[in-house]
């Protein structure tokens, strides 16, 4: 090749650099379409990033351009647009760990490895919208997930995209979706303390099945019978009874304050080592976190059963106290262990079951205690708003959620109420 030729050449291809949110614009041969590509400026890895944009007519291809240099000039970050929803979020969450409560963080991990990655996840954030967020939740909705779980999911996403607008994102396309039409029955709950409920049917006892619950759990031995009549009397999640402490107890006003939950949280990489000389290493612990919203930190009465319980407590503790003496572990905790430190949740768990075999009463989890409390309110026409004031939802829908179908039943018989009190007056002036 020449001189003059390598000159030529040189000007045909340009020598100088296209600068950020420039394009060149062509019509391809192979298929007949427009295209420009973009120049996106250097990403987080230092290399320079381009997108094409196709069209079938020039025209629209402009447009297009057009649009991206307007967020290029707004300081959208475009190289970052172009990631996938799974590659931000999952970047998000390493940078929302220091951030978040260990059982929160925990609970969004979750989220977004079962319920976004899996279908959402290889949408790049470019082309993410309002509408493929609601397609995604009616996905969720088809597979018979609770309101609440969507609940949950809809706002990690939306939390997170709210992150990356004015950066990646122009606007939030998960902001403002609407769910998918509420499912019945729901029977779940976002815990507190991270756990969904199951998702499933609310199972209470009837009042003789509780009393007999109880009864054989103070036969068996009596060291758990308090707490079991505490969470029934009171409603409160399995985490919560165990995070009690005596100095949230006023027993002049006869109240109980709920104010931290007992929980066992994840541990960080560096604190992950091995347990009597096993290789295996401990990966999680238990702690006292608080709890997560402010509707969950609330102060309640205290019924007559949790009073008579937690004084039988106290005294059975005072005797613990003695017979560990130098090996008490003082943690203030009402329903601490036998040497006073934090007690086993699953051991809890076991007791319970052990003492519904005893009672000869159908297998029902720890949290349906909870679940029977609202029962029995709702049954005997406590308002909706006061009982999910007790349970501390975040929410009235959440209550609505999980216990319409009870509270509906208590309208009905309301209703008849009143048809009772007319008969009753057309009989005195009939």
């Known amino acids: 090749m020449t001189h003059n030729a390598s000159e030529?050449?040189?000007?045909?291809?340009?020598?100088?650099r296209?600068?950020?949110?420039?394009?060149?614009?062509?019509?391809?041969k192979s298929d007949g379409r427009w295209?420009?590509?973009i120049d996106l400026g250097r990403g987080p890895d230092g290399k320079r990033k381009r997108k094409s944009i196709y069209g079938s007519t020039q025209a629209a291809v402009i447009e297009e351009l057009d649009r991206l240099r307007g967020q290029l000039r707004d300081g959208v970050d475009l190289a970052a647009a172009?990631?996938?929803?799974?590659?931000?979020?999952?970047?998000?969450?390493?940078?929302?760990?220091?951030l978040l409560r260990p059982r929160t963080w925990e609970s969004y991990t979750t989220i977004v490895e079962k319920h976004v990655v899996p279908t959402l996840g290889q949408v790049k954030l470019s082309e993410l919208t309002r509408l493929s967020v609601a397609r995604w939740l009616t996905g969720l909705h088809a597979k018979g997930y609770a309101d609440q779980t969507l609940r949950n999911c809809r706002e990690v996403v939306r939390r997170a995209l709210a992150d990356a607008v004015g950066r990646a994102l122009t606007s939030n396309p998960a902001a403002n979706v609407p769910l998918p039409r509420a499912q019945r029955p729901e029977n779940s709950e976002a815990d507190d303390d991270g756990a969904d409920a199951a998702d499933a049917e609310v199972n209470a006892l009837t009042p003789v099945e509780a009393d007999q619950l109880l009864k054989a759990a103070d036969e068996a031995d009596g060291r758990y019978a308090p707490l079991f009549a505490v969470t029934l009397a009171q409603g409160l999640r399995r985490g919560e009874v165990l995070g009690l402490k005596w100095s949230d107890v006023n027993w002049e006003k006869r109240t109980l304050r709920v104010r931290r939950a007992l929980q066992r949280v994840r541990l960080p990489e560096s604190e992950m080592v091995g347990q009597n000389g096993s290789q295996r290493p401990r990966r999680t612990k238990l702690a006292l976190t608080p709890v997560k919203s402010k509707k969950s930190r609330r102060t309640i009465p205290l019924a007559d059963v949790a009073v008579a319980a937690l004084e039988a407590r106290r005294a059975r503790q005072e005797s613990e106290r003695m017979l560990a003496r130098d090996r008490w572990i003082e943690t203030g905790l009402i329903f601490a262990a036998s040497d006073g430190g934090l007690p086993d949740p699953s051991h809890v768990d076991a007791?319970?079951?052990?003492?519904?075999?005893?009672?000869k009463v159908r297998r029902i989890r720890l949290h349906d205690l909870r679940h029977t409390t609202a029962s029995w309110l709702l049954s005997r026409g406590v308002q909706l708003t006061v009982v999910s004031r007790i349970l501390g939802h975040s929410t009235v829908s959440i209550t609505a959620d999980i216990y319409g179908h009870i509270s509906e039943n208590a309208m009905t018989r309301a209703v008849a109420e009143i048809d009772a009190a007319l008969d009753e007056v057309k009989g005195k002036h009939g």
Do not use: I, P, S
């Open 8 to 16: 030529q050449g040189k000007a045909r291809r340009g020598t100088r």
């Open 18 to 28: 296209r600068g950020r949110g420039e394009g060149l614009l062509h019509k391809r």
């Open 35 to 37: 295209e420009v590509r």
């Open 82 to 98: 172009d990631q996938t929803l799974a590659v931000y979020l999952r970047h998000w969450l390493r940078q929302m760990q220091a």
């Open 351 to 359: 007791v319970f079951a052990d003492a519904l075999d005893r009672a």
